[in-house]
């Protein structure tokens, strides 16, 4: 939950993000078949206009400019009648895509980065373990975070993990993968194969589950139980040398000729139920953290590369370097023009757009990308 944001906050962060549509509309990405798409659009007032229609994409940015929305969707499915209720849309398949959160890390950082805002008394302070605002003891606040490099770094290897499942598990061509910074706290990967687009949700549950590393049985390896209710080991007709078997045996360090060696194990660990419990716990290490209800679910509306988020002020953005994408950098793209806000926090420091800013509980003048990203955290507000 984002703190709440004073009439003149809206103004501000409606004003910047009119100006960004004005000047950098023609930076979002056009979705393959647009006028096949269901357009979804938020308001500064919090309501979400779904069931929209764009035959091109100058009329879209021409009503972003009009409308100027807080964030802007766009279906991953192509329908034949995209205006229509759900039911009477026409499906016509969907892209495949994931989402990475910073939420689903739990990164150690996280504390040393986040804040309290008390929505009673509007005061601000460090997170630590208080579960009432130190200054007039309202319980109703919100914990709010500023990401760091290593959340970044966090996420990034999780999305080149998924990226090695996604080319060797799964067989798609790494350039048919596209990788998005989210414009937030996390990163969006789409795969452009159409071949993916038929698969209904059952199926994409499995896939997203296969890839998190749940329901990864012993069996998978060949230690299955027999009939005595002790348990053999076979090893697959196939091998040990791909997908889910080779990261459990190279992690238990069994080959193909250690039938012995893992017998032995799974007798150290007690019996059959204590290997599968150590199998389970391996593949869910390592496998990746998505959120598979995003995978699953083949109706929904998806942010627009290229569109702004309204809880940062940053831009969805294409990586086309994973390596080397500096989100802080290249995501931040609204302008430079001064704006008066007031900092809430004691002090917080921040870099974006290649400024480093050293702040604290007062009122400053500050670029509005600076403006807008702290007002969009609930970290300040326009004066
Ligand atoms: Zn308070
Ligand atoms: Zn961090």
């Known amino acids: 939950m984002i703190p709440t944001k004073t009439g003149k906050d809206l103004q501000m962060m409606k004003a910047a993000f009119r100006e960004f549509y004005f000047n950098h509309g023609n930076r979002i990405e056009e979705p393959v078949r647009i006028q096949n798409?269901?357009?979804?659009?938020?308001?500064?007032?919090?309501?979400?206009?779904?069931?929209?229609k764009f035959s091109s994409?100058?009329?879209?940015?021409?009503s972003l400019v009009l409308e100027t929305p807080s964030d802007v969707f766009a279906?991953?499915?192509?329908?034949?009648?995209?205006?229509?209720?759900?039911?009477?849309?026409?499906?016509?398949?969907?892209?495949?895509?994931?989402?990475i959160d910073l939420k689903d890390l739990d990164l150690k950082c996280r504390l040393s980065h986040s804040y309290m805002t008390c929505f009673s008394c509007r005061s601000c302070y460090f997170s630590g373990s208080e579960d009432r605002c130190p200054k007039c003891g309202s319980?109703?606040?919100?914990?709010?975070?500023?990401?760091?490099?290593?959340?970044?770094?966090?996420?990034?290897?999780?999305?080149s993990k998924l990226h090695r499942f996604l080319a060797s598990d799964i067989g798609i061509s790494p350039e048919k993968i596209t990788t998005y910074f989210s414009g937030n706290n996390g990163f969006h990967v789409h795969v452009l194969d159409e071949s993916f687009n038929d698969l209904n949700?059952?199926?994409?549950?499995?896939?997203?589950?296969?890839?998190?590393?749940?329901?990864i049985l012993a069996d998978v390896i060949g230690v299955r139980r027999d009939t005595h209710n002790d348990f053999r080991v076979r090893f697959p007709l196939g091998g040990l040398d791909y997908g889910w078997r080779k990261r459990i045996s190279d992690k238990l360090g069994i080959s193909i000729t250690s039938e012995r060696k893992l017998t032995k194990l799974v007798k150290e660990l007690g019996d059959i139920e204590q290997f599968r419990k150590r199998v389970a716990d391996i593949a869910k290490e390592m496998g990746v953290r998505i959120d598979s209800q995003v995978t699953?679910?083949?109706?929904?509306?998806?942010?627009?590369?290229?569109?702004?988020?309204?809880?940062?002020g940053l831009t969805k953005t294409l990586c086309l370097d994973l390596d080397s994408f500096d989100p802080f950098e290249e995501s931040c793209q609204l302008s430079s023009r001064e704006v008066a806000v007031e900092i809430m926090p004691p002090?917080?420091?921040l870099r974006l757009k290649g400024e480093r800013f050293s702040l604290s509980e007062e009122i400053v003048r500050v670029p509005i990308f600076i403006g807008v990203y702290l007002i969009s955290k609930g970290l300040a507000h326009a004066v």
């Open 57 to 62: 994409l100058g009329r879209l940015v021409a």
């Open 347 to 349: 002090r917080l420091k």
């Open 201 to 215: 949700s059952q199926a994409r549950a499995d896939l997203a589950a296969y890839i998190m590393g749940i329901g």
């Open 75 to 99: 279906s991953n499915a192509q329908y034949d009648f995209p205006v229509l209720p759900i039911s009477e849309k026409g499906w016509r398949g969907a892209d495949l895509i994931f989402d």
């Open 37 to 52: 798409r269901e357009f979804g659009l938020m308001g500064f007032d919090g309501v979400m206009k779904r069931h929209l």
């Open 296 to 312: 699953t679910d083949v109706h929904r509306v998806f942010r627009m590369p290229g569109t702004l988020n309204s809880k940062s």
């Open 139 to 159: 319980n109703n606040f919100a914990e709010v975070m500023l990401p760091c490099d290593r959340c970044i770094n966090g996420l990034k290897s999780e999305v």
